[in-house]
């Protein structure tokens, strides 16, 4: 479909898609695909003319209909193939052209989370550790080939039934999502490797620590990216300080400051940036030791980064496509802002001839750790 490569469309009812038929494939116009920290989502557009097996039969026969619908999408660059999305349809928008090959039918979904946020439940939890409600969840998602991969928070409090007890009040997603946040993790749905399957992650906001191929900018022939844009914002970072009763009393308050350094993720600026702003964790002084060792651990693990660049580049000029959640290194855009990045989220632009993606990156600090990057 497009230079150095082809797109793989498996399409069809829940659960199981099958290959996209020949009229399906041929009237495939564009492809958007947006994979970011909390939900991924896609978006296809056809072609759909009057006497197209789309009109006549495929669309008033369900074939596309949201919730029904599963879409995997597999993207083959130099041989080496990528899921880049497994999702659901949740939307369908007709479009009629007055000229023929105007109209278009676009459909719009997420990944599998999705499927986890329909159904709002009421569920106590008694006497059971957080990874294991956690497991227990994801174990009805098993036949969407979702495979967990839970990493249990750092202080774990199991309580007494008898004196209380978690009760899950909302959807599935919501649950895992209110989870995550308490300690400062992540819950998300990720693609692959396989077609078929998602891994669903439940734990800290890491990024595999492998480095791609450098993004490079003015180097003349080895330039890479199209187009590239740094930002230091100076309010991002915040220092947080919490107040905990002293334990013997319990009657005085104990101002205890928060560093604002993610203990998983490495500093990659040799010059960090200093918090300019101060804030006050809310409702902490009723906190046990544990939970508050466990909302001191999860402020940590949010603390803001304040460098960030935006971008866009070729797939076909740059080799492979970007990866979101692992590192990345830049180089030609000056000793300021040159060195490692984290790619927050990408993009996936696909139109026939033709692959591109946006990306953000970001880090802690101006003036790269290491003197080169690899190219």
């Known amino acids: 479909m497009f230079d150095s490569g082809y797109l793989f469309l498996l399409i069809g009812p829940v659960p199981v ?38 009109q006549l039969a495929l669309l ?65 939890w008694l006497a059971m550790p957080e990874a294991a409600r956690i497991a227990t969840i994801l174990a009805k998602y098993a036949a969407f080939g979702v495979v967990p991969m839970v990493i249990p928070p750092p202080v774990i ?74 930002s230091l914002d100076g309010l991002a970072k915040k220092q947080t300080i919490m107040f905990l009763m002293d334990p013997v009393t319990r009657k005085i308050p104990i101002p205890i400051p ?8 490495p500093p990659l600026g040799l010059r960090p940036v200093v918090p300019a702003r101060v804030g006050f964790a809310q409702n902490t002084t009723h906190l046990t030791a544990s939970e508050a060792a466990k909302r001191a651990f999860g402020i940590m693990l949010e603390s803001a980064t304040p460098v960030s660049a935006s971008g866009a580049l070729d797939v076909g000029a740059y080799g492979v496509p970007l990866r979101a959640r692992m590192m990345v290194g830049v180089r030609g855009a000056g000793i300021t802002y040159d060195g490692l990045y984290f790619v927050d989220s990408v993009t996936h632009n696909i139109k026939r001839g033709e692959y591109k993606q946006n990306f953000q990156l970001s880090r802690d600090g101006m003036v790269s750790q290491t003197p080169v990057v690899v190219p």
């Open 157 to 230: 409090a199991v309580d007494s039934p008898t004196s209380r007890f978690d009760t899950q009040d909302g959807t599935d997603r919501a649950y895992l999502r209110q989870l995550a946040t308490q300690s400062g993790y992540v819950f998300q749905v990720e693609p692959g490797p396989l077609p078929g399957q998602s891994i669903a992650y439940f734990g800290p906001d890491i990024r595999l620590p492998v480095v791609q191929r450098a993004l490079s900018v003015n180097m003349d022939a080895d330039t890479n990216v199209e187009r590239i844009s740094f």
């Open 17 to 54: 898609p099958l290959p996209a038929p020949l009229p399906v494939t041929e009237a495939l116009q564009s492809v958007e695909v947006d994979s970011s920290r909390d939900r991924s989502g896609f978006q296809l557009t056809f072609t759909l003319g009057k006497a197209s097996p789309l």
């Open 258 to 265: 928060i560093p604002p350094i993610n203990p998983l993720r």
């Open 60 to 124: 008033p026969l369900g074939f596309f209909d949201p919730i029904a619908t599963r879409v995997i999408i597999v993207v083959v660059v130099r041989g080496l193939p990528q899921v880049i999305m497994d999702g659901i349809v949740t939307r369908q928008e007709v479009q009629p052209g007055n000229k023929p090959g105007e109209a278009t039918l676009t459909i719009t979904g997420e990944d599998l989370s999705v499927l986890m946020d329909i159904v709002e439940l009421r569920i106590p």
